[in-house]
């Protein structure tokens, strides 16, 4: 460890992520927002990857931006370097301090923190002793019980105990109960969570739990009536702890409906998190006090995150306790300290540096470059289609990636659903979804009015200056999209559409941007139409007479063709489409929507009676396993019931599979599917090395695709599967593929390509993809040679079109 920090040297701070639990994906996306908003000229990031052995890798801060871990694991030994011993001691000694960004197991049970104490390495959060009390659900509620807080009952499970079925029964009985929840006793709060209604139910669920061999134990409880919140507790430097403003999650807990992983971590409109609480104030303040007054009791250090429930009894009860909290972009942690006027980098750089107080380190103040005049782009998102969810996810990207740009000046934006622009303040941002963005905009004076009473008090207690937090006043600002453009043609402000689907990549809003002269992002208002339609996409790349490059071949349907058709009607007419095409199934999607919005694979002529009889009742998603495989919700846009759809057969891939970190290939048929950004500067194109997908079900969903910590995708293809040459010949064909189509600036096309001739299918053209934070497309800018960080991709886009 370094003795002192000089005023010329950064501190050296270390990320560790990964680990062995089912929470490492979350991990990633925790080490990735460390590095995006700690990262500066002074503190210096480098990181240590934990595998799920518990073997020790130092890899590129550049893997913090992969989808998920699976992404890597399996070239760990190219990639990274181990570290085993006085090897890897010696590495975390000539580190300043250690961020561990490790969920559940090892990270939060305090293997990792004994390890660190034991070798006296400086770290960030609570002590090895305090982790493992807070860790272990059952203990924890005994500790709370013992020292007069409230605990909800609980019933202890072991993986070997025979008498588990007649514990379940026995709780049943005794607490009179018609819901349970079951859940790891130690483990992070969301993974492996269930709701159950009997105890057949709980013993099923127990029986789960048990099956992932870090689980030893399991605990049921009593199902909560009230109002679930969380709460994040700051230590300030003279060591008190400092309560923010909790959070209220309000879901509809029908149909066995917990805030589990999905709903914590992937955007859904059935989730909302209302701050303030729909409680009281005093209810609020309670809350804070008992928080405080628990980090004090359990000698908690830093910060750490809270679960718990305001009952329908009025009592408050802790349950779940979070030692490394989660810091995805928008978590709890950053949505509630921006609440308070605290930014990304703010809270994260007050934890750090209270953290080496503790050492007697310091953080030195070494300026930033940043240039006095930053362009102002103005980067939009949100809308009303189906992919509204992802727009903010990468539209809020985009924004906070250039918030550190030495060369742009952002500004958010919100689209709503009726078509009207919000300019709106930092922490209305970091909202997950967009109807909580809509709703935050509608209620902003009340909202804020609340607030108010609680800022200063705790600003003061975080020793943060008072005016500090004028952001926090301010209140969003509704414009027609007339004065929003007029307002950014006065500006001469970049317009970054972070849209997708609808009007914001269809053309309508490329056109008025047009005519306004104003510099965007993406392809014009002809490429943008094409690319919309997946039928004239498949036309125009038909009429390339390319030999290597095709089609698929499409039918285009809507649901009046099938208003009067009987059942064998559905079956003659799917027949014949098996037989016309060869084929055993059938994609259905929208003719013009985004690339994941109602997309199924159809497995009979009943599944496709099923899909346009949902669609023409106005349903807004299909549940999961509505159809064969579909392993989650898929979402409609508003209108399908008139929308047109497309049939195209499925195409049989090769099988990929990812085991014990290694790719495994079946051949069936010598396709792959893999997709490629592609970049266009004053009409020349360069593809990227494209992205292997390896889909959970049938067709790869929103979450897969955009939502770190799902999916898989192997960025570059590995040679054993597509040669160097192949691979060669399919980026120059993307290249030939973006050109015929018109694309302008950047896209990301999806295909098929045969590994075995180098021929490719063109699915679709993306004339605005995602820019999520772990999407391919910054995957494949990293690829490249010299690496581009997303930032870097980010600011050559713009640059590019500014030049164009």
Known sequence: MSQYTSSFNPLKLALICGGPSLERGISLNSARSLLDHLSSRSIEISVFYVTQSKEWYTISPFHLYSNTPADFDFKLKDIGQILEGDALISALKNIDIVFPAIHGAYGEDGELQAFLEKHQIPFVGPSSQMCQMMFHKHNAAFFLKENGFKSLPSCLLKKKDPDNIKKIQNF????????????????????????????????????????????????LESFCKGKEFTIVVLQNPQGEAVSLIPNEIQISYENGQIFDYRRKYLPTSNTKWLCPPSFGDEIVKDIQKKAQDLFTLFGLRDFVRMDGWFLENGDIVFTDFNPISGMEQNSFLFLQAAYVGMKHQEVLTYIVKNACQRYGLEIPLLKEKQSLNRHPVWVVFGGNTAERQV?????????????????????????????HIWKIPYVYCLHHTAEEIYENCLTSHAMTERLDQFVTPIRKRLGLNIEGASFMQEVPEKLTFSRFIEDASHEKAFIFLGLHGGSGEDGTYQELLEDAKLFYNGSGPEASQLCMDKYMTGLS?????????????????????????????????????????????????????????????????????????????????????????????????????????ILEPFITTDILTLKDNHVFHTPVTGWLEITAGVLEHKGIYHAMNPSLTVSESHVLNVEEKFQGGTGVNITPPPAFLISNVFLAQIKERIEKVAQA????????????????????????????????????????????????????????????????
């Open 172 to 219: 049943f009985e005794e607490h009179r109960l018609t819901r349970g929840v079951v859940k790891p006793v130690a483990g992070g709060s969301s993974i492996g969570v269930s709701s159950v209604l009997t105890p057949e139910d709980a013993f099923k669920q127990m029986l789960s739990i048990f099956e992932h061999p870090l689980n030893q134990e399991a605990l």
């Open 391 to 419: 727009s903010v996810m990468s539209g809020t990207n985009v924004w906070l990636k250039l918030m550190k740009s030495e060369f742009y000046d952002p500004q958010p934006f919100f689209l709503d659903f009726k078509g």
């Open 541 to 645: 790349i038909e009429k390339m007479g390319h030999d290597f490059i095709k089609s698929l071949p499409k039918k285009i349907i809507s649901l009046q063709n099938f208003e009067n058709f009987t059942r064998t009607d559905y079956e003659i007419f799917w027949q014949n489409l098996l037989d016309q095409w060869s084929t055993s199934s059938l994609i259905i999607k929208p003719k013009d929507d985004g690339c994941s919005a109602g997309v199924v694979r159809l497995e009979t002529a009943e599944e496709l009676e099923k899909y346009l009889i949902l669609v023409r009742k106005g349903v807004s998603a299909f549940p999961q396993e509505t159809f064969s495989g579909q392993k989650t919700i898929i979402e409609l846009n508003p209108g399908a019931a008139q929308s047109e759809y």
């Open 741 to 804: 189509l018109g694309i302008k600036n950047y896209a990301r096309i999806d295909c098929f390509a045969n590994r075995e001739t180098g021929e490719l299918i063109v699915i679709e053209a993306n004339s605005l993809p995602a820019l999520t934070p772990s999407t391919v497309f910054y995957h494949q800018g990293l690829a490249e040679t010299p690496p581009l960080s997303p930032r870097m991709l980010l600011e050559y886009l713009i640059r590019s079109k500014q030049e164009n």
